[in-house]
């Protein structure tokens, strides 16, 4: 039965229980966490039919020490400890990397030490939830710490293990060359949503629409505000001196236009934004049924050099399964078809924790992927929206393996085949609280990807429900967003963009 647990504390400030709830969760992925109960259950010491109490009171305050409490009450029977956390030297020698307070880490450190001995599971990221953990090992590159500090402060402070560690650390080398992205602020990322589908996977949580009689009316309406927006970019961009690094049509799959539409599209792109002469240019061809020679053509003739061709999984009950409309062998078709045609980079995605799929099946796509010599495979753990019917079903199925000891094997295979990891994010909800890792081939890293995850360029963000990124007047970052809702868009497009010019023109060291 899905049981809430309540977190709660008459000793903490209410902001920093919030911030443990994330680390609950991860422990208890099928229950539901909420923070505080009424003050009368609270002294009366009773859960509410059902329910469980994890409550965290700070029980004493020294120069060395502070000492807190924690019980777990599943319906009157109660489990407690004490925890000592030492006042710690390293901080003041070496200041935290990331912005939260180290009296917050202190207690979400507690918790997730309580909950890994009360549930006997090991959480490799530790008390990290954070979408992007690498930020941290860059930040701590800035601030001059060693490979040594920085195992010691992620592995004290954060409790990430020394698996993990490693992988961040050797994703940062990867990256390294690719930093020079940050120097050049006259350099930006476009992303354009095609926000269609030719159907609509159970696991999507994009915003994608699937090609019903009525979609597919408002596709030219869509394709015609896209196009205004571009031109009006293309305008803003050249007037302040911008050029793209890299190009990303994703949605959604944008093959799924015709051959008439995705040539418009193209053409549009490749004319009117300003780019570097080297840029990157990807299309995301997710799903092979929307593929064919004559899109392909149309693709290379307007200088793309990254397609993205994603099986998903290699298993035809799973593409049953999961509502996509074709089979492996088209896809491996298509692949081949691609590769003939062109030397783009060509990436492919998996998906580990797909309904209906174990150890044996997964490492069957692997295997049948690596077979294939992809550029760039990236291989996604499933997410989910906590509580919808099919996050309920998958937990189920998901909850009867083993998911490091996959994750183990997984890498091992694509390791030996000589790809490497290029970057790393994580998502709530994660299957096996594990994360989404891009691989490749030396040479063929994807920029957009590095800088997007990474967060070290501007991003202008095109089409129903993409996100721009632009710099502030005096300090940070402005998230700005085209409404996903496809009428809504083609009503607020030149609101949104407006926006946009404002940020851009006002920003400091843009112009
Ligand atoms: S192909 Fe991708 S975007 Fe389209 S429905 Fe499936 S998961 Fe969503």
Known sequence: MRKTIHLVSMTIEEKVIKSCSTIVAAFFPVNRVEIGLSQQRLADNQSAKGDLILRIEKIKVSDISNVFELSFDNE??????????????????????????SAQIMVKKTVFMFLAGLTGQKNPWGILNGMRPGKLITKMEELGYDNKIQEDILDHYYLVSSEKIKLLQRINTVQKPYREIKEKAKQVAVYLAIPFCPSRCSYCSFPSNPLSAKNKELIP??????????????ELMAENGLKADSIY????????????????????????????????????????DTLDLSKLKLLKQYGVNRLSINPQSMQEKTLDRIGRTHGISELIDCYYMARDLSDWTINMDLIIGLPGEGFAEIIDSINKVLELIPDNLTVHAMALKRGSAVWEESYVHNSHYDWAEIEHEIEDRILSAGYYP???????????????????????????????IEEIQNVIG??????????????????????????????????????????????????
């Open 76 to 101: 009157g029977q109660v489990i407690s400890q004490q925890f000592a956390t030492k006042i710690e030297t390293l901080k003041n020698q070496f200041p935290l990397p990331g912005k939260e307070p």
């Open 462 to 511: 095109l089409g129903a429900g993409a996100a721009s990124k632009l710099p502030k007047r005096n300090y940070g970052h402005e998230n700005i967003y085209n409404p996903q809702d496809l009428k809504n868009y083609l009503e607020r497009f030149r609101e949104v963009h407006a926006k946009r010019k404002r940020v851009l023109e006002g920003a400091v060291g843009i112009s």
């Open 249 to 288: 049509v994703g949605g959604g799959t944008p093959t799924v236009l015709d051959v008439k539409e995705l040539e418009e599209l193209l053409r549009t792109i490749c004319d009117r934004l300003p780019r570097k002469q080297e840029a990157e240019f990807t299309v995301e061809a997710g799903r092979p």
């Open 422 to 452: 290029y970057y790393l994010y994580r998502q709530k909800n994660i299957v096996g609280n594990l994360e989404n890792i891009g691989y490749t081939l030396p040479g063929k890293v994807c920029r957009y990807n590095v800088a997007t």
């Open 221 to 234: 309406l869509y394709l015609q505000a896209l196009e205004q927006e571009i031109k009006l970019t293309a």
